[in-house]
């Protein structure tokens, strides 16, 4: 079990269009997190790759988009993207190869993870 390091970046996984609108408030999460703060977008391959909504990104996509990152550093996934714990496609955040910290899919929950 990997044990949350404040002081470790920060990924936030989200959709295309998640990226669109997070994109300009990358400098003021960093500021307020004290660590970088960058997106991990992730295609939607499942669906053909013209869906951008975050909550329709399924487990392997996710992982796929995980698995190129750095794994010493955290990574927020929002809520939306999981029903009872589990993805579009079945996976679980167990099948994810990082550890993701589950983060209600609104800016007070993001603010707060960040804090």
């Known amino acids: ?11 936030i996984v989200t959709g295309g269009y998640g990226a669109q609108v997070l994109a300009p408030l990358l400098p003021t999460l ?3 997190a004290g660590v970088p703060v960058r997106l991990v977008p992730v295609p ?3 669906f053909g790759g013209n869906i951008a909504v975050t909550g329709l990104l399924t487990g392997n996509d996710v992982a796929d988009a995980l698995a190129t990152q750095p794994p010493d550093h955290r990574y927020l996934l929002p809520d939306v993207v999981l029903s009872e714990d589990r ?6 955040l167990d099948d994810l190869p990082r550890a993701v910290e589950v983060v209600a899919t609104d800016g007070a929950s993001l603010v707060a993870a960040l804090a």
């Open 30 to 32: 960093t500021r307020h």
């Open 44 to 46: 939607n391959r499942f």
């Open 1 to 11: 079990v990997a044990t949350r390091r404040d002081d470790a970046p920060v990924g």
């Open 87 to 92: 993805f579009l496609d079945g996976q679980t």
